[in-house]
């Protein structure tokens, strides 16, 4: 069982409301991600970071925002939640290992988001 | 264009019985394939992995084959147990960056039944 944890694991929320989704690993990882998926539907990342102070925007446009400041701590937010939004985050970590061949991604449990 | 596709999309079995998931990818270069199991609602969590040089990995009854001249993949179930129910994910990575670049299929959901 991987030491990566989400919250919250399910909210609803109306349109317009600033939201924050939490995740921390306690695996001191140095690279962190953040991935949505619709039912039925692969992955897609949205939001990645190598280490504290880095971030980088993933494939698919969003228009969330991440921040790194801690080494366990990647949260994201949502300044202003729509309903083309609600959808289920999920977010990972990896270690950096000198052969990147064998780094395996660590998932979080997910939140499920609706926004009304 | 770099894809992943993973068939059948769904499949129904009896418990105790062995199936088999495919994969097929077009991602190039190529690093490796992982199949990954996710619950519902719960997040993936690695089954196996396969440098281009593996065409073979288990991992208690679930054992992955590659043939990286084809392109293909298979995860293969034996005895299946209801705890199997779940979505199959293929993911293959490429090594046209440092960050590895992951190419996630759609998934096969699986559903044992008593």
């Known amino acids: 069982e991987a030491d990566i944890y989400q919250t919250p694991r399910y909210l609803v929320i109306g349109t317009g409301k600033k939201i924050t989704l939490e995740c921390s690993q306690t695996m001191g990882h140095d690279k962190m991600y953040w991935y949505q998926q619709d039912p039925g539907m692969e992955l897609h990342l949205i939001h990645y970071?190598?280490?504290?102070?880095?971030?980088e925007k993933g494939d698919l446009s969003s228009e969330s925002t991440v921040s790194r400041i801690r080494t366990e701590h990647f949260p994201l937010t949502l300044e202003s939640a729509r309903p083309s939004h609600t959808s289920q985050y999920l977010c990972a970590s990896s270690e950096s290992e000198r052969e990147a061949l064998s780094e395996t991604q660590y998932f979080g449990p997910g939140t499920r988001l609706l926004v009304l | 264009k770099n894809q992943v596709e993973q068939s059948p999309q769904s499949l129904i079995i009896l418990e105790g019985k062995n199936c088999t998931l495919q994969c097929n990818y077009t991602v190039s270069p190529f690093s490796n394939l992982r199949w990954y199991k996710q619950d519902t609602g719960r997040g993936p969590v690695s089954l196996t992995i396969?440098?281009?040089?593996?065409n073979t990995k288990s991992n208690g009854r679930y054992t992955a084959t590659l043939d990286a001249d084809t392109k293909q993949s298979s995860l293969h179930i034996t005895a299946s147990q209801l705890s199997d129910s779940a979505s199959y994910i293929c993911v293959v990575s490429d090594r046209g960056s440092t960050l590895g670049r992951l190419y996630f299929g759609r998934g096969t959901q699986l559903t044992v039944w008593p």
């Open positions: 970071s190598y280490g504290v102070n880095s971030t």
């Open positions: 396969m440098t281009f040089s593996e």
